[in-house]
Structures are given as C-alpha cells and as structure tokens.
C-alpha cells in the first residue's frame, strides 16, 4: 500500500476537544467526526445480531448453551457483545486517538464456538477462559515488542490465506444455518441445495431475498448496507409469519418436523424492543478450567490458532484504515500504532471476560473514514452508539437466521476477495495457501486449516531444499499441529 503522509493542517485548536483529538489538526471537524462515528457504527452494528447467531445457537461440549441455559438466550448475549464493542471503542478512541471501531471479530467467533467450545468436556467458560489467555499473550508480546517477529514469521500468502479460509467459512456457516445448503435426507451426498435440490419454503425466500439486497445495496456501495439488508429481511420475515404461520423447523426436541420452517428461530414481536439490559455475562470464564478438559498441547494449539488470525487481521485493518485517513507515517506505519495495538490487544481479552468472544478491530471502520473521520473522536461516537444499543437487545430475538445470515455470506465474500494476494504460479506457498483455505469450510474447523497450511509449507520447503527459508516458529507451530492432529492415535496408544 502508498505511504501517505498525515494530513495536517496550521490552526488554533478551537476548544479542549478539538486540541485533545487534534481535530483542526487532522484538517477535520466536530460534525464530521460525528457524522463519521455514526456512519461506522451502522455499518457494523449488524455483529450485535450476528454475534449472538453464532455463539447463541452452538452447544458447548456439555449441551449447554451460552450462558449456562438449556436453551439458547439470545438477548443477554447481544447486550454483552454491545458493551464490550462500546467500552473498547471509547478506549481506542480516547487511548490512541484513531478513527477504528472494535468489536467482536466475525471468524474469531466461528473459531470460538465451532472449534473450542463445542469440544467434548468443554464448557464456555472453558471456551472464553481460552479467549483471555490469548488476548494477555497478545498483550505482553505488543509490550515486549514480538509481535512484529511473529508477523514476519508467518509467510504473507498463508496469513491472506486463513483470512480467505475463515471467509469461506463464515459464508458457509451463513448458508448452512439459513437452510440454503442442508445435509439431504437420503444421505446420498455430504450437501445439497435446499430441500431435495429445491428452494421450498418461505423462510428460504426471505433469506434469498435478504442476499441479493445485501449485494445490490454492496454494488451501489450504500453505507450501512449489511444492516439494511438484515432489518428489512426481519419485516419482511415478520410479515411472512404474520400472515402464513409458517412456524418453526424443529421441535422441542430439536427433531426437524417441518422442513419448510423457520430454522431455530421463529419471528414474532411480543412485549417491549426495549429493556434493561442483562449483563449477566460479564465474567463467566474460567481462566484454567481447560487445560484439565483437553490437555496443556490442546490449549496450546487453540490460543495459537485464535491469536494467528487476531494478529494478522489487526494488522491489515490498521494500514487500511490509516492509509484512507491519511494517517501513515514514512513507512507506512499508522501513527501512534503502539497505543493501537495495546488496545486491541486489551479488547481480546475483553471479549472473553465479557464472554462475547475476542474483539477486534473493524475494518468497517474505513466506512467512517470515507465519511470523513479522522480522530479518536469518531470511534467515541461510535462507542456510545453502541453503549444505546445495549437497551435494544430485546430486538435480536426478532432476527430469524434465514434474515441474518445473508450478512455472514456477503462478510464472507469480503474477506475472500484478498485470495488475488496469492501468488498461484508459485507451489512452494500456493499449495500450503491452498490446503489453509479449504480446509477450514470441509473440515467445518479453521484450526485444521491453519495446520495443514503451517505443516505443508515446511515438509514442501524441506522437499526442495529450502529450509534456511524456514522460521523456527513455523518449525514450532508444524511440530505442534502434527502432535494436535495425531492426539487420537496418540492418547490411544499412551492409554489415556
């Protein structure tokens, strides 16, 4: 990416805020600060729906769902992921003085519920005790100044990789929970294309409905469009049950007894959208508690895993959104990226005390820069936006998947688009890239992603004589996932 150099402009701060934020500075002002904020938080507040869709509905290895219940709580978990993403926000704006927004990361989440918490024996305190190990590792490695020898590590071409793996995973997550692709009853093929390789059923309507809103509003590059799409996909999925009673898929049992159904959950607006929230959440880890469910390599391995992805997604989201706020130094660094970093890392951690998973940074953030923010004072507005939103958690129970996943495919096809930064001409990387990207949707788990990917780039880098091309944290991590992956055989033959 160009450097660009900060703009600046010669003026008298014009009040304590302006001279705090260096809004005249920047060659900004106060409403276009404000303007900016908001314009961020509309264009990612869809995670206070997706978050709870992701972590709500996914069992941990007890059968229990998020928060201790038997069943999924939707709301409690939407008001935590609202007060995390708004605090750690105010933080960045106020501590780094940097128009990004932060909030529970989409694939971070995926990572958190499909490939740790729902581990037999896991629980998700277990899960979001991981969470925070990770985000204080990220912290003391800011701190210590190894983060930046991690990410030269880890060759570029696998790093584009797990962001294009877990995109194509976030979409196949989105299609799989909206019933477009289902596992056929004759089980004659592993998927198949809606019911009996028909769209029957009008929850699948509004899903398709939904997506293709979501892309048209994406081609005409109208702010807020996930959100818009997700909003008007509810009405319109609130009519549909309003006026045909289509009801749900399962039954109580969670048996499918209506295949044309709506998947979990059934839309209907009964008592207030607005409430007191429930921050019963806050708090609900367990620091230790997974080493003694799935071993010190296990724990090892996932906190690895979640980190790779925290760390290189950070990275990226920094230099973009710096570089169209012209807030690039001569070397391309974002200015005061220390202070950024602190904080993000600060927000992992966050995320697992508050058990809404690691929050990252956004890169929807640019969304705001291009609306004209240019200081912490955008990300403050954003924060106390989503502070508000915390007293409409109640709405999430609205929000049907079949009007909610279009998002999860459209986020997906996002984080896809960075497969050009791979070099496919060149086996040596193009392979391991290969291997880390399809993994993760066919194996249903990103850390078997990462893994075949670390593992095949150092057995390929041996084969042609290339092994002074090796990090030795690459020689560590394809150790470890070869001990991760054999840990079956292994425990089998050691008897445990």
Do not use: C
């Not at 999924?72 to 995390?84: K, Q, R």
């Amino acid at each position: 990416m160009a450097t660009t150099p900060p703009r600046t402009v010669t003026a008298v701060p014009r009040n304590a805020v302006d001279r705090y934020f260096k809004i005249t500075e920047r060659g900004s002002s106060i409403g276009a600060e404000v303007r900016g904020g908001l314009v961020t938080f509309f264009t990612m507040s869809y995670i206070i729906v997706l978050n709870p869709i992701i972590l709500g509905y996914v069992q941990d290895g007890t059968g229990k769902f998020l928060g201790g219940g038997d069943a999924p709580n939707l709301g409690i978990i939407a008001a935590a992921t609202a007060l995390i993403a708004g605090l750690l926000t105010i933080l960045m704006g106020t501590v780094a003085n940097f128009p990004i927004a932060l909030a529970a990361g989409l694939g971070l989440n995926a990572v958190v519920a499909y490939s740790v918490a729902a581990l037999p024996g896991m629980t998700w305190p277990d899960a979001m005790g991981i969470v925070v190990i990770e985000g204080l590792i990220i912290l003391v490695l800011v701190l210590t100044g190894f983060r930046r020898a991690v990410f030269k590590a880890v060759p570029m071409e696998i790093k584009t990789a797990i962001s294009v793996g877990i995109g194509l995973f976030i979409a196949f997550i989105g299609l799989v929970d909206s019933g477009f692709v289902r596992i056929p009853a004759s089980k004659a093929t592993p998927v198949e294309l809606g019911i009996s390789g028909s769209l029957a059923g009008w929850p699948l309507l509004v899903f398709v409905v939904g997506l293709l809103l979501a892309i048209i509003l994406m081609v005409r590059k109208v702010k807020g469009a996930i959100l818009i799409a997700i909003l008007s996909s509810t009405v319109l999925a609130l009519i549909v049950e309003a006026v045909g009673k289509v009801g749900s898929m399962k039954d109580g049992s969670g048996a499918v007894v209506k295949p044309t159904g709506w998947e979990l959950n059934v839309p209907h607006i009964s008592g207030s959208v607005v409430s007191v929230p429930d921050f019963s959440l806050i708090g609900h880890f367990s620091l230790f508690g997974a080493f003694g469910k799935i071993g010190v390599l296990a724990v090892a391995l996932l906190v690895f895993a979640i980190m790779l992805a925290d760390f290189f997604d950070t990275m990226g989201t920094m230099v973009a959104v710096g570089g169209e706020a012209g807030l690039l130094d001569d070397e391309g660094n974002p200015v005061g990226s220390q202070q950024i970093l602190i904080v993000d890392s600060i927000a992992a951690a966050a995320g697992g005390m508050g058990s809404v998973s690691s929050n990252t940074s956004y890169i929807e953030s640019a969304a705001g820069v291009g609306d004209g923010a240019r200081t912490g004072l955008a990300s403050v507005v954003t924060g106390i936006a989503f502070l508000l939103a915390t007293f409409l958690s109640p709405l999430v129970n609205l929000v049907p998947f079949e009007a909610a996943t279009p998002a999860l495919v459209v986020v997906g096809f996002l984080m896809v688009m960075q497969v050009s930064g791979i070099d496919w001409k060149n086996y040596e990387v193009a392979i391991p890239a290969f291997l880390t990207i399809i993994l993760m949707p066919f194996t249903y788990s990103i850390t078997a992603g990462i893994g075949a990917g670390f593992i095949a780039f150092v057995v390929i880098k041996v084969a042609v004589g290339k092994i002074k091309a090796i990090h030795p944290l690459m020689w560590t991590a394809a150790v470890l996932f070869v001990f991760y992956f054999t840990l079956g055989p292994i425990k089998a033959a050691l008897g445990i």
